[in-house]
């Protein structure tokens, strides 16, 4: 038990020490040989009127993203929005103040708190949420395929890995969910161990998650939702681009939107710290030319408004919904 619980912690140390050393490397990267005068020039000019709306379209899109993950939730127990709300916000300030996005364990627990949702059917709409955003990421990136800078040798190489990886793993969830493969290999070795253990409970969320979509008798507004969703996330990055003087077409905004959504995946301290802003100044500068100062200076402002305006927010509805991080720790999400 003493050795379980050890290896247990160790494997936590271990994850955020990696985290943090992705972090510091992507600082390292987004800073490296910028002159700060000159990024300091660049900061002063942003049109902080235009980043102020942003901030608050952003807002809103949580509004949007709390309706959706309501109608996750209605077969379960019908919640007010308002509630629903309020746990999405405290969601991100759990993401963007504690280590491995524990955020979500964070708005599962607000949202079962008072209401007969346990905490394990919570988490499981949240994983449906994640599987929602994931299948949303993969179909702008599908459409807007034709118009990446292919000339770049290493993007290149970059998308067709990508596209190939992502039409197998689609082919593969299709043929699991047709075949009902994922009960036939639980009797595998492999998948008894603790790291085939997790790669299984994985599939068994995504598989949940889509059979619990699929079923939903309000899968058009939730298809709606998400589509309205993903639309605004694609406004306010227009929009802080125009606030940071740099121009971009429509489809490079869009292409620039997904290199920004796709880095929030690279494991990194909370708030994707300096992995971010190393991931999209490099998108700026090798894909469209931007000079490395406007270009960091984007990412640094993008990157706040999209963490500090949720997070203080997300504080405020913390504090006054009274959770309490011990009573997190003590329950057991099954």
Known sequence: MRLLTFVNKFSDILKLLIA???????????????????LYKELIKVDYLGIFIASLLLLISCLIRAYRWKLLIDPIEELPLKKVFSSTMIGYFGNGVLVFRLGEILKAYSVSKSTKI??????????????????????????????FPFKNESLRVGIFSFSFFTFLSLVIVFIIIRC?????????????????????????????????????????KIAISSTLLWLLYILITFIILACCNIELNFYNTIILFLLGSLSLGIPALPGSAGTYDAAVKYGLVVLFSIESNEALSYALISHAVSYFPLVLVGALFFVFGAVNLRDIKAEKIT
């Open 118 to 147: 346990s905490i394990s059917e919570a988490f499981g709409t949240v994983i449906i949420e994640r599987v929602l955003d994931l299948l949303m990421v993969v179909l702008i990136f599908f459409i807007t395929i034709p118009w």
């Open 180 to 220: 009902n493969w994922l009960q036939k290999v639980e009797s595998i070795h492999f998948f008894k161990s603790k790291i085939g253990t997790k790669i299984l409970k994985i599939c068994s969320d995504i598989l949940k998650g889509i059979k619990i979509i699929k079923n939903n008798e309000k899968k058009i």
């Open 20 to 38: 943090g050393f992705l972090s510091l490397l992507g600082l390292y990267f987004a800073f490296k040989g910028e002159n700060i005068v000159d």
